[in-house]
């Protein structure tokens, strides 16, 4: 399984970035995916995932300003952060779970991506 993640970058607070992650070696559209992010000194923490009949789920923070989305044709996961703030700043990962629900378990990780957000 290979999940290459990529779209960090850095951003001033109240801009957006949008991540991407492309997924190879499983079956996509089986497999529930997820965002997560861990900034320095603190744990990984769920950013939002998504099923795999793409039924979204988000952390608190992630509320209506990121969204996830999927597209199976393309084996891709991607999040879209608007109205960054300077605490979303992180390393973010990509995640395959390893069904097609978000009660599994996480079967795979990407690299991750850094993300800046400057005030």
């Known amino acids: 399984v290979q999940l290459q993640a990529s779209g960090g970058g850095v951003v001033q607070a109240g801009g957006s970035l949008r991540l991407s992650c492309a997924a190879s070696?499983?079956?996509?559209?089986?497999?529930?995916m997820g965002w997560y992010r861990q900034a320095p000194g603190k744990q990984r923490e769920l950013v939002a995932d998504?099923?795999?009949?793409?039924?979204?789920t988000y952390a608190d923070f992630a509320k209506g300003r990121f969204t996830i989305s999927r597209d199976n044709a393309k084996n891709t996961v991607s999040l879209q952060m608007n109205s960054l703030k300077p605490e979303d700043a992180a390393v973010y990962y990509c995640?395959?779970?390893?069904?097609?629900?978000?009660?599994?378990?996480?079967?795979?990780w990407g690299q991750g991506t850094l993300v800046t957000v400057s005030s």
């Open positions: 070696g499983i079956i996509f559209s089986r497999r529930a």
């Open positions: 995640a395959a779970y390893t069904g097609g629900f978000t009660w599994y378990s996480v079967g795979s």
């Open positions: 998504i099923t795999s009949g793409s039924y979204e």
